[in-house]
């Protein structure tokens, strides 16, 4: 089965511009989890959604938002954007339930802003 | 929330060399997982662990999951160049995923 994918793979943007990335998850997963990668931070936390509903959210600015559809696919939005929000933004799914707590990760989307 | 602690940051080592690397936290988990992550591409799962002192192999990859349930190591045999990435232990809490730094990976062939 198609595993987890996220448009767009690259992209530029110039600092106060806003950028929305996508993330489809595995079929049957409900479950959506998006990370911030940067050299200096590692993998951070950014939120979950599951049932279009919020369930969890890291520590970052009110411009990071998402949200997610009845299909179970999420959008992530960042808006007002910063030189410091260049990083590789990873989406990844997973089952809900007994045991399923293993995340299945995308591509990523890499963000560079001028 | 709080990440895991993994060791080494780095490692530079010659092909067919064996690599060791570990993770811990203050905290228990139930469940310890290790994820390779190659340039440019998102991470992608290695093992998973389920059960406190479970020794779990994939081809040359091998992971134990403490006793304590507090840690985790991560053995890599006979290194090959493709091994090149960095590796990330991960462990689930409640509905979050705590993630180690990452151990850089570099074989020199």
């Known amino acids: 089965k198609a595993g987890v994918t996220q448009t767009p793979r690259y992209l530029i943007k110039t600092r106060g511009q806003q950028v929305t990335l996508s993330c489809s998850p595995i079929?049957?997963?409900?479950?959506v989890s998006w990370y911030q990668q940067t050299p200096g931070q590692g993998l951070q936390f950014l939120f979950e959604?599951?049932?279009?509903?919020?369930?969890n959210k890291g520590n970052f600015p009110g411009r990071f938002s998402g949200r997610q559809f009845s299909n179970s696919r999420s959008e992530m939005n960042v808006s007002t954007l910063e030189l410091g929000d260049s990083a590789l933004y990873l989406c990844?799914?997973?089952?809900?339930?007994?045991?399923?707590?293993?995340?299945?990760f995308g591509a990523g989307s890499r963000l560079t802003v001028l | 929330g709080q990440q895991l602690n993994q060791s080494p940051q780095s490692m530079f080592i010659q092909e067919g060399e064996d690599v060791s690397m570990n993770c811990t936290s203050s905290?228990?988990?139930?469940?310890w997982l290790w994820y390779k992550q190659d340039p440019g591409e998102g991470p992608v799962l290695l093992i998973a662990?389920?059960?406190?002192?479970e020794l779990t192999s994939n081809g040359r990859l091998t992971a134990q999951f403490g006793i304590t349930r507090k840690d985790s190591f991560l053995n890599i045999s006979a290194s090959i160049p493709s091994d090149v990435g960095i590796y990330f232990c991960?462990?689930?809490?409640?509905?979050?995923?705590?993630f180690g730094a990452g151990t850089r990976l570099t074989v020199k062939p």
């Open positions: 990844a799914s997973k089952m809900v339930g007994l045991g399923a707590n293993v995340l299945t």
């Open positions: 079929s049957g997963h409900r479950s």
């Open positions: 959604y599951f049932s279009e509903t919020q369930r």
């Open positions: 905290s228990i988990f139930n469940t």
């Open positions: 662990l389920y059960k406190a002192g």
């Open positions: 991960a462990g689930p809490n409640n509905n979050d995923m705590r």
